[in-house]
């Protein structure tokens, strides 16, 4: 039994071999060729190094995982972007809730917050990003689908008035909800963050976000060396990778210092207040209680720390 | 009686996990073996999903600048299909049903029809979401336990907890089943029975999970209805049926396998109702947004008649109506029941109705207007066109090579070996099955 087998199957064996040869060399070709068409993912992978790959969540962070990190990050920026920088990581002022409230009577629009963000927060330069948009209005509407950004005439112009918008850092914000690996949450003086190292730039953040304050990285950022601001954070203004997703930090790095945001600063107006809510003395808590003050799309929920007024 | 002996020998010898990667070895074997049109099907979309491959290796490297996306609408083609994708996975459930809570003869012999597209649907779902993601690198952060989920908050954590859950459940009953008959023997009913209940459930969870995906958005007043979960449900159960038909077809045009009449008939008339009642909710959402107007309004005068001069995707809006009514009325005919190129026609028709309506049809216009009502429009770019079709590429392969395993398992043609050539050098099976 056993020798009929073997002698009917030799001359098929040899065609099973055949078979398997090619199969095989099918098999190679085919691999080749996907090695082949992947193969822009090489030089990613030489960039992306074992740390911060398997770099653990910031909550997750000991203090001394966080200096590594941040010296991996300062490390990184010199070599990529030719800078010296020093990344720091404040954490919130217990006893601080910071908000923001804006006079909309002062406001002229001429876009100094936009640009002073520009350049505190390392944007990239080509696609002139920043985490404010201004809407130009017609005065007597709050309907925004009236409104503009993109005006380019000298300002104010006639019977129109400014409404700058930026992160709200709602009290019930819908992206730190929808977010699924937790890469984004809302600090305990009210900032809601972005953890850039864990983010996987999935952009649910960007859709349910009401207020479009949230910027996806389409490329990595470019910033000439000599313009890069030199004093970051880990969770606010430093050069962020390719891929993730970031939003306004109320200037983080600078706030929880005692300084004020750079929009603020830059605002040639003052229409801008700032300011820490559970401080009795605050000026914008007096606002707060004495102006007729609202909020953007109050109807949603979202709760927004953002607040708008104008002078009666 | 010698031989007997041996062969009760090797039953009780050869562990369980030998014949399983036996199994599996011999299902590869099958998989990589065929016809010349075979070969030429296969090797075309493998050079497709290659390109596809290729477009998003550039993605990942160069940055999703590649992608037309802006901030303004920053889920385009991926997600689109991806939602197209997942109700094609829960298509199949319709089988399912029919087959295992109606007893229908006919059913149980295609069903599992239903679950290798399911299979394929669900491995296409996870790349199209792959390849959306900015940071592929950083998936394994979505892991439960390794990574950190956001559960039960995330939405989208909650779909990927269903599809994979779905994705297992769909392969365990499948490839149970297949293995049993590849053993001969009768397959233990405690062993897939439940997990069949499970799934069928599990089908209707993920379409609505999907749904809330999206309506759950207050933000975004187009996609925030309570019709969505509904809609996709009805329109699921029109284009998972239809492609299910279309595959069909094709088996018994090529040849590889007859289906009994029943089956797709019985789809038909599911697909029916189910296409009613999705052009019902398509017209009352028409009407809520247009009677009623102001912000909901906005994004559905953007999608059917276009917005202040941009109007991008007015062509493809009435293009899935106009599918959708024409295949929709070539269903209804009675022609429609015998097999004919007027029941292909309407398969086609309402598959490409339902891509569009879901698709980009629903995903754009959730961003267009932005929240801050300004006017950016998206069409897909040449890159995001490689990548998806590279992944439907790959997940027809998926279909066609588990298609021809389950067939030949089921008609026979691959099972067990006798237990006395087990210990032969491993390819002495083929030998003896080309020796025949
Ligand atoms: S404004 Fe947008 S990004 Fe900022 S907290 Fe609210 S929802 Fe989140
Ligand atoms: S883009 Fe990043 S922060 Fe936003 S939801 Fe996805 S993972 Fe979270």
Not at chain 2, 184 to 205: C, D, E, H, L, R
Not at chain 2, 321 to 348: H, K, Q, S, Y
């Amino acid at each position: 039994m056993t020798d009929q087998q073997t002698t009917i199957s030799l001359p098929v064996l040899g065609e099973v071999s055949r078979r398997t040869a090619m199969k095989g060399a099918g098999a190679t070709l085919g691999a080749a060729a996907f090695v082949a068409a992947i193969a822009p993912l090489r030089h990613l992978g030489e960039s992306l190094t074992a740390d911060e790959f398997m770099q653990r969540h910031y909550k997750e962070l000991s203090a001394e995982d966080k200096r590594a990190v941040l010296a991996r990050l300062e490390a990184e920026t010199a070599s990529e972007y030719g800078a010296e920088v020093r990344i720091g990581d404040l954490r919130p002022i217990p006893g601080t809730k910071f908000v923001y409230a804006i006079n909309l009577s002062v406001c002229n629009g001429n876009g100094a917050c936009v640009e002073a963000c520009h350049r505190e927060n390392n944007h990239d330069r080509a696609t002139n990003q920043s985490y404010i948009r201004v809407l130009e209005m017609p005065k007597g509407t709050m309907d925004m689908e009236q409104g503009n950004t993109t005006y380019q005439h000298p300002v104010p112009a006639d019977d129109r008035f400014y409404m700058p918008v930026q992160c709200q850092q709602c009290d019930e914000p819908p992206c730190v909800d929808v977010c699924p690996v937790e890469a984004t949450w809302k600090e305990d003086d009210g900032i809601v963050v972005v953890d850039y190292n864990w983010c996987i730039g999935c952009r649910y953040c960007e859709a349910a976000c009401p207020y479009h304050a949230r910027r996806f990285n389409w490329k990595a950022p470019e910033v000439p060396a000599a313009e890069i601001n030199p004093d970051q954070g880990y969770l606010s203004n430093r050069i962020r990778p390719q891929g993730v997703v970031e939003k306004c930090h109320y200037c983080l790095h600078r706030t929880r210092a005692g300084r004020l945001p750079a929009c603020l600063e830059a605002c040639p107006t003052g229409a801008r207040v700032f300011g820490n809510i559970l401080d009795p003395d605050s000026e914008v808590r007096w606002l707060l209680k004495n102006k007729r003050v609202f909020i953007l799309k109050e109807h949603l929920g979202t709760q927004p720390a953002f607040f708008y007024f104008s002078d009666d | 009686m010698s031989d007997a002996a041996i062969k009760n020998q090797t039953d009780v010898e050869e562990p369980a996990l030998l014949t399983y990667l036996g199994f599996l070895r011999r299902s590869l074997w099958l998989v990589t073996e065929g016809s010349l049109l075979y070969y030429a099907w296969m090797m075309a979309l493998t050079a497709i999903a290659l390109v596809g491959a290729n477009a998003w290796a550039h993605q990942v490297a160069d940055g999703m600048i590649t992608t037309n996306m802006t901030d303004y609408v920053s889920w385009g083609l991926y997600i689109a299909n991806f939602t197209f994708c997942e109700g094609l996975a829960v298509g199949g459930v319709l089988m399912v049903i029919a087959a295992y809570l109606y007893d229908d003869d006919d059913m149980h012999q295609v069903v599992f029809i239903g679950q290798a597209i399911a299979i394929a649907a669900i491995v296409m779902c996870t790349l199209f979401v792959t390849v959306d993601l900015g940071r592929p690198d950083r998936s394994w952060h979505l892991i439960p336990i390794i990574g950190k989920s956001n559960w039960p908050i995330s939405m989208m954590t909650w779909d990927i907890v269903v599809l994979n859950g779905y994705l297992l459940l769909n392969l365990h009953i499948v490839g149970y089943l297949l293995y049993i008959r590849y053993r001969g023997k009768q397959p233990n009913p405690t062993w897939y029975i439940p997990f069949i209940y499970v799934s069928i459930g599990w089908a209707i969870s993920i379409q609505t999970v999907t749904a809330f995906l999206y309506c759950g958005l207050g933000g975004r007043p187009f996609w925030n209805t309570a019709l969505l979960a509904p809609r996709f449900l009805a329109s699921t159960f029109v284009s998972g049926p239809a492609f299910i038909i279309l595959v069909m077809r094709i088996m018994r045009v090529l040849g590889v396998y007859a289906a009994p009449p029943g089956p797709a008939q019985m789809l038909i008339r599911v697909i029916r109702i189910a296409m009613i009642i999705n052009l019902i909710m398509m017209f009352s959402e028409f009407f809520t947004l247009f009677y009623a107007g102001g912000d909901h309004a906005v994004a559905g005068t953007y999608l059917f008649f276009g917005l202040h001069g941009h109007h991008a995707l007015v062509p493809w809006i009435w293009t899935a109506v106009c599918c959708d009514i024409l295949g929709t009325i070539l269903f209804f005919l009675p022609g429609a029941m015998e097999r004919g190129n007027i029941r292909i026609a309407a398969c086609v028709l309402c598959i490409a109705g339902v891509w569009i309506e879901k698709g980009m049809g629903l995903i754009v216009p959730g961003f267009v207007p932005s929240t801050l009502h300004q006017l950016v429009e998206y069409l897909p770019s040449l890159s995001e066109w490689k990548v998806s079709t590279g992944i439907w590429a790959f997940g027809l392969m998926l279909i066609t090579a588990s298609l021809k395993l389950i067939i030949n398992v089921l008609t026979g043609r691959l099972h067990q070996r006798p237990s006395r050539t087990r210990r032969r050098p491993p390819r002495s099976w083929l030998t003896q099955r080309l020796s025949r």
